[in-house]
């Protein structure tokens, strides 16, 4: 399931400053990466493990969500209209799961286009990190692992790294440390997922939900 850009970046941001007091501060929302916090020199891109076709259905939900099926340009949304969600007449999301790939497979490809994009036009601070979205629960730790160890030779080939990547599977945020060389485990508890979901909406909805928003962000 694909959400919208903006939502993503701020519930990413939200659930790392409760992974602990060294991504505590104020962050501002600029692009390439999506967060700054210039005091302690650390940037933040958020992504979502999506191949070609889901990045394109997400220009779609970025662009029409909360708009109703008649007021969306039918060229546009007809490529997804079989698999778009509407609630309340208005489009929700856009579900592009057809398993024919694997979520690290996913997971890999889009941090491939991540890791491109930090060694050719990014805004490098002291600490790069990289928080991708797997849109799954459930997932075994020991992909988790292979996931690691294939990024760990994908960035030795690269002049530029990202230090931190965070892997957001619903219930566990998995924090791959390559400075440290560790693999940690973060819980979250429904109560705290639905909090960030409530205060993501908020923030959201008080920056007019426009995705393209640049500044800072109280957080």
């Known amino acids: 399931m694909i959400y919208e850009k903006l939502y993503n970046e701020i519930y990413a941001l939200l659930s790392v400053k409760r992974l602990g007091s060294e991504y505590k501060g104020i962050y501002k929302k600029i692009e390439s990466p999506d967060w700054i916090n210039e005091h302690d020199d650390i940037g933040i891109e958020v992504t ?32 997804f209209l079989d698999r778009a969600e509407f609630f309340c007449g208005r489009l929700q999301a856009i579900n592009t799961e057809n398993g024919t ?10 941090f491939d286009k991540k890791l491109y994009k930090l060694n050719t036009n990014y805004s490098l601070m002291k600490r790069n990190c990289l928080y991708i979205f797997l ?21 030795s080939r690269k002049k530029n790294k990202f230090n931190t990547v965070f892997l957001n599977c619903i219930e566990t945020i998995y924090v791959l440390d390559f400075n440290l060389g560790i693999i940690s485990t973060i819980m979250l508890s429904e109560i705290e997922q639905k909090k960030f979901a409530e205060s993501t909406l908020r923030i959201r909805n ?11 962000i109280e957080i």
């Open 101 to 110: 790939h694997s979520y690290v497979f996913k997971t890999l490809y889009r």
């Open 48 to 79: 979502q493990a999506l191949l070609q076709y889901e990045g394109e259905a997400q220009k779609v939900i970025d662009k029409f969500l909360g708009m109703r099926l008649e007021d969306i340009p039918q060229a546009e949304i007809e490529p």
């Open 135 to 155: 849109h799954k629960d459930n997932v075994v730790y020991s992909d988790i692992e292979y996931i690691f160890e294939n990024i760990k030779v994908q960035q």
């Open 206 to 216: 008080r920056v007019g939900g426009n995705e393209d928003f640049i500044g800072e």
